[in-house]
């Protein structure tokens, strides 16, 4: 026996498939939403890491000037000033090395999206 809550016909497939369509966009544009606050984050991230290595560096560095010179003897005062200033420089180059790496994540943040819509597109493309 057939349901009678269930319709059949050409208008009811049409609805159906409408629906599936519909749901189908939804589900990729959260995906595609959820990447784009990943990648926001990521990129917020590395803009913070950027700005605290050149703050670290510049009064690192200050830091390092005045109490070499107010604090060594003369013929010690240049190879002092040197290391200080190579390990400042060291630690501000290691963030800068690590915000790129998370902007090279925020880079590929779309890389789901694509894959799934790249899925879709094979998926619906008539095979010989």
């Keep these: 026996m057939v349901d009678p809550h269930v319709r059949s016909g050409l208008f009811a497939s049409s609805r159906r498939l409408l629906g599936t ?6 589900l990729r544009l959260e995906l595609l939403a959820a990447e784009l606050q990943l990648g926001a ?13 050149g703050l670290g560096i510049g009064v690192g560095l200050v830091l390092a000037c005045a109490w ?7 013929p010690y005062r240049l190879t002092a000033l040197g290391t200080l200033a190579t390990v400042f420089l ?3 180059a290691g963030l ?3 915000a790129r ?28």
């Design 21 to 26: 369509g519909v749901q189908w966009l939804l």
């Design 41 to 53: 984050a990521q990129a917020f991230d590395a803009i913070v890491l950027v700005l605290l290595a």
């Design 68 to 74: 070499l010179v107010l604090m060594l003897q003369e």
């Design 90 to 92: 060291g630690v501000g």
């Design 96 to 98: 800068i090395w690590r």
């Design 101 to 128: 790496k998370h902007l090279d994540r925020a880079g590929r943040a779309l890389d789901g999206s694509r894959g799934e819509l790249a899925r879709d597109l094979q998926a619906l493309t008539p095979r010989d």
